[in-house]
């Protein structure tokens, strides 16, 4: 019997379609390109079992999808270190407050969201104006002061999307927030997206999604180069087999899905489109101290820093370790500078920088440990792709419709909580979805 559905990609999203569908019969065949599942999530033990989360590690309280399937799978969840308030780290050196009118700032922004629907953000009455003005422009005129458009920018195209404030349209901001529900539900940490971690790390989910599916359902190591379809069927590609099917998921982030041949070629819109959703690009590296000797000067080790290489620092600790995990973040021209530095100076550049946080000590920690989504060639950037400014209004209403038999999935086509792991999850859902309404079920 010919598998009925192939899922491209065993990430959250595509093994949420997988399951849906064989959760109403319907047989489902997942192809990874790589040699694990999970996809953006990846989870690293040092020697004394400190997790270290490489990929995607949070999740909070109104994501109802992955909160749903971590309690399904009795995989628990413990709160994230807070041991006293974020500061910022101002250029001259000064840790403060943020500044006073941010909160006004994103009030503002938040209104904006509330007339975006977040399934079709190119129907907002605003929509061509906001998708034609970038973050960085529309924060000259909206914040007060210079300080303050600074922290906005690094902190929302940098924090939520891993990009410069110039790279990121108002649209793309205002439909994110909406997505997630507003600042403070993206940004905080207790009642926020940063508010808990997973046992085990994010993958530990992965794997039960996986092994729910049964042992033949994902083959591993197996990228899909070509995807045929014609009044009969689809045909998958990989650089060994060809599986036939009735209907293919692709869930990979859309830059990933234009690198894939599709015969008949793509329509021109939605392949104009997969090359206009570029990754994010973040540097996400892990500090190793024997203790977290900044709780004890009375410091967080939660930041966020208006200059230098560095955007956000978190203190990664985990309950069952003493050992102390800084957590830093870089993002847009930030990371990319610091790509183009030897891993020598890279390091001595990302030790400065946290030690400007929390202490000269953080320049000596037993173990440095980074990971460069952007040079993964199945993931190629993070935390997610986004549309370039005036890419929504142009090319937006392609994201998810269907091309015959291919349906799109992945964190990028999802409406709530979109470029997180729940997002992810409801993509994956909807693309099933859309499959067995169409055969019937
Ligand atoms: C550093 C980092 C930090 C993050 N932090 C958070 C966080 O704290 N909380 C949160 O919710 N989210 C976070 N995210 C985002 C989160 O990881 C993603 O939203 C989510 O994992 C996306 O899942 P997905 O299934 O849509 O895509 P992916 O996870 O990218 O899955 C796609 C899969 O497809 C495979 N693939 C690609 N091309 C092919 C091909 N041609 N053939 C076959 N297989 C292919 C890939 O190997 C991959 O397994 C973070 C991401 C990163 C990288």
């Known amino acids: 019997m010919a598998t009925e559905v192939v899922v491209v990609g065993a990430g959250f999203s595509g093994l949420a379609a997988a399951l849906t569908l064989a959760r109403a019969g319907v047989r489902a065949r997942v192809l990874e390109a790589r040699d694990r599942v999970g996809g953006r999530v990846l989870t690293r033990w040092l020697a004394d079992g400190t997790q270290l989360d490489l990929g995607a590690q949070w999740v909070g309280p109104t994501?109802?999808?992955?909160n749903g399937l971590?309690?399904?799978?009795?995989?628990g969840t413990f709160a994230s270190a807070a041991y006293g308030p974020s500061t910022v780290l101002f250029p001259d050196g000064r840790h403060a407050g943020a500044p006073e009118a941010a909160g006004r700032v994103l009030d503002l922004l938040d209104a904006y969201a509330e007339r975006v629907d977040p399934a079709a953000p190119w129907a907002a009455a605003q929509a061509v104006e906001w998708d034609r003005t970038t973050l960085a422009g529309w924060l000259r005129t909206a914040a007060p002061d210079p300080a303050t458009a600074r922290y906005l920018g690094r902190l929302l195209a940098g924090g939520l999307l891993a990009a410069g404030p110039d790279e990121i349209s108002l649209l793309q901001m205002a439909f994110y927030l909406r997505s997630g529900g507003g600042s403070r539900a993206l940004l905080a940490m207790a009642g926020g997206a940063q508010q808990d971690r997973v046992v085990g790390g994010p993958p530990v989910l992965a794997e039960a999604l996986a092994a729910a599916l049964g042992p033949d359902a994902v083959r591993l190591g197996a990228p899909v180069r070509a995807?045929?379809?014609?009044h009969a069927g689809v045909v998958v590609h990989t650089d060994t087999d060809r599986v036939e099917a009735d209907a293919v998921v692709v869930a990979v982030p859309p830059t990933l899905a234009g690198r894939i041949r599709y015969d008949p070629p793509l329509p021109a819109l939605r392949d104009a489109l997969t090359q206009r959703m570029p990754m994010g690009s973040a540097f996400k590296v892990h500090a190793v101290y024997p203790e977290p000797f900044w709780r004890a000067d009375g410091r967080s080790g939660v930041a966020v820093c208006l200059a230098g290489p560095v955007t956000e620092t978190v203190d990664n600790g985990t309950p069952d370790s003493a050992r102390g995990v800084l957590t830093a973040f870089s993002y847009g021209p930030e990371a990319n500078a610091l790509r183009r530095m030897s891993p020598g100076e890279r390091r001595a550049g990302l030790l400065d920088a946290l030690a400007a946080v929390v202490g000269p000590a953080a320049r000596r920690p037993e173990e440095f440990v980074e990971y460069d989504w952007s040079a993964d060639e199945?993931?190629?950037g993070c935390f997610c792709g986004a549309p370039t400014p005036g890419s929504w209004c142009g090319y937006g209403p392609e994201l998810r419709?269907?091309?015959?038999?291919?349906h799109w999935a992945g964190t990028e086509t999802a409406t709530r909580w979109a470029g997180y792991l729940d997002g992810a999850i409801e993509a994956g859902e909807r693309a099933a979805a859309e499959i067995l309404a169409g055969a019937g079920r």
């Open 63 to 66: 994501q109802e999808r992955v």
């Open 70 to 75: 971590l309690a399904r799978y009795g995989i």
């Open 378 to 380: 199945w993931t190629r």
């Open 401 to 406: 419709r269907p091309v015959g038999r291919v």
């Open 227 to 230: 995807i045929a379809q014609d």
